[in-house]
């Protein structure tokens, strides 16, 4: 019985130097007291299935099943992970089990993301829904997560069907965090991913876009930023509420495909959000907007919108149409919204920017300022309208 005493204080002060929430290797136990050891196992809890059992659609089921028999920091692993067929009970995918595991499941139910930790690592394995194939998230260097660095209790969330948002690293003290985007896709009877990773900035100033009278946190995030040219991810703009619940988001690019901007704006006492494309390829442009609002699960609340399309194609067949007061008219709306906004991120151009007042954003107009023809004396209008008619006469002839 004292030996036995002792090797369970050994364990005991071994569980007190671990890391919480995550798991170790079993300890090797001797003792003349095997009865007593059973007795310890029998009373000692089994982990659970951690973040969402179910999916979405409510077909299956990951659950914890039997128990390791294996003692490790007060707990013991389950037997197995099984993902079930709620309906039929088919066991349709399974694994070991972990002294920790947590399950997201994607909107749709085709992926499983699986998170799971041992004494001195952690992994993550997404699991399809299909074939029930599998595929192991790696760093985008092509190595694994690093040895003691552990995941946070919010360590994912599926951004869509096929893209997982990934937090490694609790932070603080146990370490710093790291963030990746994740895309996956089941190909030739097999799941593939590529990782890229997320530098997260928070933006200056206090919004309020729900109207709740409770500020949101406004995150720029910069995608699969490299330092060789044209390896340039994407660059995202988030809202998150208090408690960091992801609550909004919009992506831009620098390619022209997928050039826009996005201002906070104040009208009337509210802040509400603008989103500006101003675009034109090869001759002919459509300028639109949105300003809108967040209902309180984020969803957007469009109270003004407008555009305006033209080109400047004249002499072409496929000409169509040039109104100079319809296109400084909606400029002009533009402005007015934008002279009491700040700008939160924009590509326009092919160039990023983010920070600034609204007023100060004259990418919409540079098509026309720039030009030689441009006349600071005259309006807006009278610009274009002079600018159309030298261009009409100079491509007619």
């Not at 002060?13 to 290797?25: I, R």
């Not at 802040?271 to 300003?291: K, S, V």
Request: negative net charge.
């Amino acid at each position: 019985m004292r030996k036995l005493l002792g090797i369970l204080a050994l364990m005991l002060l071994l569980a007190g130097c671990g890391q919480t929430g995550t798991t170790a290797e079993p300890l090797p136990v001797e003792t003349e007291e095997p009865d007593e050891y059973e007795a310890l196992i029998a009373a000692t809890p089994v982990a659970r299935v951690e973040g969402e059992a179910v999916s979405p659609d409510g077909r299956f089921e990951m659950r914890a099943v039997g128990a390791s028999g294996q003692y490790v920091s007060g707990i013991q692993p389950p037997e197995y992970l099984q993902i079930v067929n709620r309906e039929t009970g088919e066991v349709l995918w399974q694994d070991s089990g972990w002294l920790w595991q947590s399950i997201l499941w994607s909107p749709e139910g085709g992926f499983a993301a699986l998170a799971y930790t041992a004494q001195t690592w952690c992994a993550i394995t997404v699991i399809e829904t299909e074939n029930w194939t599998t595929w192991d998230f790696i760093l985008p260097d092509g190595s694994s997560i690093p040895e003691y660095t552990f995941l946070p209790e919010n360590w994912g969330v599926w951004q869509s069907e096929g893209c997982l948002d990934l937090t490694i690293g609790r932070g603080g003290d146990a370490g710093e965090q790291r963030f990746y985007t994740c895309a996956v896709e089941a190909r030739d009877g097999k799941l593939k991913g590529i990782v890229w990773e997320e530098r997260h900035d928070s933006l200056p100033g206090s919004y309020d876009f729900d109207h709740d009278w409770e500020p949101e946190i406004v995150e720029l995030v910069t995608v699969g930023k490299d330092e060789k040219p044209n390896l340039e991810g994407w660059y995202e703009l988030r809202v998150r509420t208090a408690d960091s619940r992801l609550y909004w988001s919009a992506s831009f690019v620098e390619a022209h495909v997928g050039w826009g901007s996005c201002f906070a704006c104040r009208v009337e006492g509210e802040d509400y959000l603008l989103r500006y494309l101003p675009t034109m390829y090869q001759g002919f442009a459509t300028y639109t907007y949105e300003l809108f609002y967040l209902d309180k699960t984020g969803v957007e609340q469009v109270v003004r919108e407008g555009s305006v399309s033209f080109d400047i194609n004249f002499g072409a067949p496929m000409h169509e149409s040039f109104d100079p007061a319809a296109v400084a008219a909606f400029l002009e709306e533009v402005r007015d919204l934008l002279a009491d906004s700040e700008l939160l991120l924009t590509t326009e151009g092919g160039n990023f920017r983010s920070g600034g007042p609204g007023s100060d954003f004259k990418d919409d107009l540079a098509y026309w300022m720039d030009d030689p023809l441009y006349n600071e004396s005259k309006s807006l209008e009278e610009n274009i309208r002079d600018m159309g008619t030298y261009w009409e006469k100079m491509r007619t002839g």
